[in-house]
């Protein structure tokens, strides 16, 4: 086993060397999506996706605005901020509420400050742009000044600041004989049915509720009260927050999406990113919401499958491939059918052990004292039990300080040293005759406390602390230490899923 792992990271290292001496670039070049903004680039976000606001050729996209190396985009409209070419920001993307989507003010709407107020321009007493009235403000107009023929009758302003000619006067209107400007005659007294009382047709907003075609109709401009513009009572999954009643509605009743199908706000969990060369955090929002591949459930542990840029997630029922670095869920399964034997809600933490040029890689889920380790077949991805499972913990002669097992909430395993981020010394870990510079493992528990055991040579717990202090942990952007559920080392980086 010594002999392959030691051939194993010596075919590593020459094809290493050979990639770097294959890959001279001029210094002067820019290289995107390295994560590194250079002369000639806008950002670099290290990705060559579209639509997050750094493009495959490292230009800021329109609407977005990109700080730092790695680059950190966020969109303008909807950060509650007056940007250039923005007419309103109130905070948010939502439609119907006076700011658009766009940033862009809404007719009938006006809009103040920053984060822009917007309130309804009808019912400000005011008649303004598009309002044929407002209030008692009728602008002069009488039954007999508007269209429509009227003889007589007083007129008045609707909810939604048009005309309530109701009242106005028809020669023969009500007659039950459909006479010169009359679109109907029902010849009876009711407004809810599909002739008003003033012989016009029934419509949604004229402000009258048609029985049987209409479920509301308040007359107004407005899909963010009880009932929308297609007079329809407002309700979850419409597409429209309804005030007061709603935190969000995104026009669908899925879960897993930032808005849940009780129209509330979901705190959806985080991907998060470090690069070992670069540097700096990289944050993502995991939404699982028509992606059948994504974890539903909370995320307990996670596992590296380096040989194939993978990773395993595991939840209490369920398992999650995960692509790297696309970041892209790509299969699935349940937990007791192919990683049979653990009791998914024991699960601690979790780790990989997997070498490049080997042809099975190993996963091991954690729980509590007990260990499950699995060979995955790095061709086929077929997974096989070890036939000694479960195998019972015992660090009683692994060195000092060490967690206990049970505390341990998550865990990843690096097969280099190469971040720089241990500085373990094999030979006062190990003894005197040791010389391998990890790999080492790196467990968080229950108490917020990290530890570093040397995997290389004796298996022995050589480090104890606070995990901020631990690099990458306390720099700028990390993810919160309580908020950590797993990780998981893909070289050159460390994953992190954490709760928001």
Request: charge should be negative.
């Given at each position: 086993?010594?002999?392959?792992?030691?051939?194993?990271?010596?075919?590593?290292?020459?094809?290493?060397?050979?990639?770097?001496?294959?890959?001279?670039?001029?210094?002067?070049?820019?290289?995107?999506?390295?994560?590194?903004?250079?002369?000639?680039?806008?950002?670099?976000?290290?990705?060559?996706?579209?639509?997050?606001?750094?493009?495959?050729?490292?230009?800021?996209?329109?609407?977005?605005?990109?700080?730092?190396?790695?680059?950190?985009?966020?969109?303008?409209?909807?950060?509650?901020?007056?940007?250039?070419?923005?007419?309103?920001?109130?905070?948010?993307?939502?439609?119907?509420?006076?700011?658009?989507?766009?940033?862009?003010?809404?007719?009938?709407?006006?809009?103040?400050?920053?984060?822009?107020?917007?309130?309804?321009?009808?019912?400000?007493?005011?008649?303004?742009?598009?309002?044929?009235?407002?209030?008692?403000?009728?602008?002069?107009?009488?039954?007999?000044?508007?269209?429509?023929?009227?003889?007589?009758?007083?007129?008045?302003?609707?909810?939604?600041?048009?005309?309530?000619?109701?009242?106005?006067?028809?020669?023969?209107?009500?007659?039950?004989?459909?006479?010169?400007?009359?679109?109907?005659?029902?010849?009876?007294?009711?407004?809810?049915?599909?002739?008003?009382?003033?012989?016009?047709?029934?419509?949604?907003?004229?402000?009258?509720?048609?029985?049987?075609?209409?479920?509301?109709?308040?007359?107004?401009?407005?899909?963010?009260?009880?009932?929308?513009?297609?007079?329809?009572?407002?309700?979850?999954?419409?597409?429209?927050?309804?005030?007061?009643?709603?935190?969000?509605?995104?026009?669908?009743?899925?879960?897993?999406?930032?808005?849940?199908?009780?129209?509330?706000?979901?705190?959806?969990?985080?991907?998060?990113?470090?690069?070992?060369?670069?540097?700096?955090?990289?944050?993502?929002?995991?939404?699982?919401?028509?992606?059948?591949?994504?974890?539903?459930?909370?995320?307990?542990?996670?596992?590296?499958?380096?040989?194939?840029?993978?990773?395993?997630?595991?939840?209490?029922?369920?398992?999650?491939?995960?692509?790297?670095?696309?970041?892209?869920?790509?299969?699935?399964?349940?937990?007791?059918t192919d990683f049979p034997g653990v009791s998914g809600s024991a699960i601690t933490s979790a780790?990989?052990?997997?070498?490049?040029?080997?042809t099975e890689s190993t996963l091991t889920l954690l729980a509590g004292e007990w260990a499950y380790?699995?060979?995955?077949?790095?061709?086929?991805?077929?997974?096989?039990?070890?036939?000694?499972?479960?195998?019972?913990?015992?660090?009683?002669?692994?060195?000092?300080?060490?967690?206990?097992?049970?505390n341990i909430t998550s865990s990843y395993l690096a097969i280099e040293n190469d971040d720089g981020?241990?500085?373990?010394?094999?030979?006062?870990?190990?003894?005197?005759?040791?010389?391998?510079?990890?790999?080492?493992?790196?467990?968080?528990?229950?108490?917020?406390?990290?530890?570093?055991?040397?995997?290389?040579?004796?298996?022995?717990?050589?480090?104890?602390?606070?995990?901020?202090?631990?690099?990458?942990?306390?720099?700028?952007?990390?993810?919160?230490?309580?908020?950590?559920?797993?990780?998981?080392?893909?070289?050159?980086?460390?994953?992190?899923?954490?709760?928001?």
């Amino acid at each position: 086993m010594k002999f392959s792992i030691v051939f194993s990271l010596f075919t590593l290292l020459l094809v290493y060397s050979c990639a770097k001496s294959n890959n001279i670039k001029d210094s002067g070049e820019a290289e995107c999506g390295n994560y590194k903004v250079e002369e000639g680039e806008e950002c670099d976000d290290g990705n060559d996706l579209y639509d997050d606001g750094c493009d495959p050729q490292c230009r800021i996209q329109t609407g977005w605005e990109c700080e730092g190396s790695p680059s950190t985009c966020t969109l303008l409209c909807g950060n509650g901020v007056l940007d250039q070419d923005e007419q309103c920001d109130d905070g948010s993307r939502q439609e119907g509420d006076g700011c658009d989507a766009e940033c862009l003010l809404e007719s009938g709407w006006d809009c103040e400050g920053e984060p822009s107020v917007c309130t309804p321009l009808c019912g400000n007493g005011v008649v303004d742009q598009d309002e044929q009235c407002d209030g008692t403000d009728l602008q002069g107009n009488t039954c007999e000044s508007i269209e429509g023929g009227f003889t007589g009758g007083e007129l008045s302003c609707s909810s939604g600041c048009t005309f309530d000619t109701t009242t106005c006067i028809l020669p023969n209107c009500g007659d039950g004989i459909l006479n010169e400007n009359e679109e109907c005659d029902d010849g009876n007294s009711s407004n809810n049915d599909s002739c008003l009382n003033n012989c016009q047709d029934a419509s949604c907003g004229d402000g009258y509720h048609w029985m049987g075609e209409e479920e509301c109709d308040d007359g107004n401009s407005s899909n963010v009260d009880d009932c929308t513009n297609e007079c329809l009572n407002a309700s979850c999954g419409d597409g429209y927050t309804w005030t007061g009643m709603e935190e969000c509605d995104d026009g669908n009743t899925d879960n897993g999406d930032g808005c849940n199908h009780l129209c509330e706000h979901e705190s959806l969990p985080l991907l998060n990113t470090i690069d070992t060369v670069s540097g700096g955090w990289f944050q993502q929002t995991i939404f699982y919401a028509g992606d059948p591949h994504a974890p539903q459930l909370p995320v307990l542990a996670a596992a590296n499958v380096q040989t194939l840029n993978q990773a395993y997630v595991f939840t209490e029922s369920t398992y999650h491939i995960i692509s790297l670095p696309s970041r892209q869920w790509i299969g699935h399964g349940q937990l007791s059918t192919d990683f049979p034997g653990v009791s998914g809600s024991a699960i601690t933490s979790a780790y990989g052990v997997s070498w490049d040029g080997e042809t099975e890689s190993t996963l091991t889920l954690l729980a509590g004292e007990w260990a499950y380790s699995y060979s995955l077949d790095n061709n086929t991805q077929a997974i096989t039990p070890a036939g000694d499972n479960p195998i019972q913990i015992d660090w009683s002669n692994a060195g000092e300080p060490r967690p206990e097992p049970e505390n341990i909430t998550s865990s990843y395993l690096a097969i280099e040293n190469d971040d720089g981020w241990v500085t373990v010394d094999p030979s006062q870990v190990c003894g005197t005759s040791s010389t391998t510079v990890g790999p080492y493992g790196i467990s968080i528990t229950s108490g917020l406390s990290l530890y570093v055991q040397e995997v290389g040579s004796c298996f022995e717990w050589c480090e104890m602390m606070p995990v901020a202090s631990f690099p990458p942990f306390g720099v700028s952007g990390a993810p919160a230490p309580d908020k950590i559920r797993a990780m998981f080392y893909v070289s050159p980086k460390l994953y992190v899923v954490s709760n928001p």
